[in-house]
């Protein structure tokens, strides 16, 4: 699976190259990053976590994943499957510095990158045979490099299919290459269970096996037309993927289609207050966001979790595009108010603004959800030019806290005891 030659092979005879696509992929990136200063801890069971109670889990080693940590898991019940590892305290600012490194050097590697997170990206290697040799000896100089720069270790898969390199780099984690030729594709593929198909989640996979489809195979071997009856254009999409259809390319800048925030609190919030000052502090820093990518949005959901982990979510179509943060939190506030009597306090919320749209130009703003069109373009002009000075202000003073007046007092005195709403900006 490893030979370098399938890849190549179009060339030697002629034809056309096909691509090289590589995934790489850091290893427990967080972890890995916090072991650069505490080699004494390799080998340990970690967990990389904030301290809050209500913390979830960021990565965890793979001594601790054999206990069953995975990442995004509570940290308590982390502690419950793990009990004697030991909890780091996140350092964002030392992943953010180690990631910005590791994505430069990709960039002397390829000028065609996607970037999906901190720690992976897509590689389009096509172009640099002259430099690194074949698809082998190209994902074997990428991990000796971070290895010798970074100190970390990162898996690579390689193909000639973007998901199909996504799928190697994870089979060949920890600290590994895969390769995996067009001759092999299928091979590859049909041998996986269903959930290494993209899209496959455990509701899909359980409806699946409940038609008797474990494996990719059996997908693949499955009329297209049976699988688009039973899950939509999901079936069309797995049949496509099973068959190793992929046709998208690495793509350098993709557009963000959303941004948000969303907090998980030490106490539970129950008061409307509370939830509001939590929107509005979100709205602001959201809209702090969209602003600063010269984005705007026309739409705004909201995520609501109670203590018993049921999730609800809302969403909205805003009139007119907007980077307001006003806007934002009165729709938040509005679809807050949609859900109705909550049965439970809440345990989470989250604002997101969607829909995003690019260089909006003239954007009309709406103050309040009553505002008429006029009343609205009245007062954009204001509301844009203070949110912009504020930008200014937080970029000169990044320590200073640019926040409406009600969320500062809010987090200084704690969740409000009285259901009194917060003023109106």
């Known amino acids: 699976m490893a030979s370098a030659e399938g890849l190549d092979a179009g060339h030697a005879r002629g034809g056309t190259r096909p691509p090289v696509i590589a ?134 898969g390689i193909s000639d299919r973007k998901f199909i390199a996504k799928i190697a780099s994870q089979r060949a984690k920890p600290d590994g290459l895969l390769l995996v030729p067009p001759s092999e594709r299928l091979r590859f593929l049909h041998a996986l269970p269903v959930e290494a198909l993209w899209g496959v989640g455990a509701k899909t996979a359980q ?66 207050a509370d939830l509001h000052a939590e929107l509005l502090d979100m709205a602001y820093r959201v809209a702090a966001r969209l602003r600063a990518s010269g984005s705007s949005a026309k739409g705004v959901a909201l995520k609501l979790r109670y203590t018993d982990f049921t999730t609800l979510t809302r969403s909205s179509t805003l009139l007119h595009a907007t980077q307001s943060a006003p806007v934002l939190y009165q729709r938040a506030r509005g679809l807050l108010a949609e859900v109705g009597p909550r049965p439970q306090p809440v345990r989470l919320l989250g604002l997101r603004a969607e829909r995003l749209i690019q260089d909006a130009g003239e954007v009309q703003l709406s103050l309040s959800l009553e505002s008429d069109a006029e009343h609205a373009a009245e007062h954009a002009g204001a509301w844009a030019k203070a949110e912009q000075a504020l930008d200014a202000v937080a970029e000169r003073f990044p320590r200073a806290r640019i926040q409406p007046a009600s969320v500062i007092r809010r987090g200084e005195s704690g969740p409000s005891p009285s259901g009194e709403p917060p003023p109106r900006l």
């Open 23 to 156: 995934h790489a992929d850091m290893d427990a990136f967080y972890v890995e990053a916090e072991l650069l200063d505490k080699p004494e801890l390799r080998g340990r069971k970690l967990i990389v976590a904030g301290s809050s109670g209500r913390s979830v889990v960021l990565s965890a080693s793979y001594e601790a994943r054999a206990d069953g940590v995975r990442s995004a898991m509570p940290l308590s019940r982390a502690r419950q499957m793990s009990p004697d590892s030991m909890v780091l305290e996140p350092s964002m600012r030392l992943y953010r510095e180690i990631s910005s490194g590791i994505m430069a050097y990709f960039d002397t590697v390829t000028a065609v990158k996607e970037r999906l997170s901190v720690d992976e990206a897509f590689l389009d290697l096509s172009g640099a045979h002259r430099l690194l040799g074949n698809p082998q000896q190209m994902g074997e100089r990428i991990r000796s490099d971070v290895r010798s720069q970074f100190g970390l270790p990162i898996s690579v």
């Open 207 to 272: 409806a699946l096996e409940g038609l008797g489809l474990r494996t990719v195979e059996q997908v693949a071997d499955t009329p297209q037309e049976v699988l688009q009856r039973r899950f939509g254009a999901l079936g069309a999409h797995l049949y496509e993927l099973a068959w190793g259809h992929d046709p998208r390319p690495v793509t350098p800048h993709r557009p963000e289609k959303s941004m948000g925030a969303e907090e998980t609190f030490d106490i539970d919030l129950i008061q409307d």
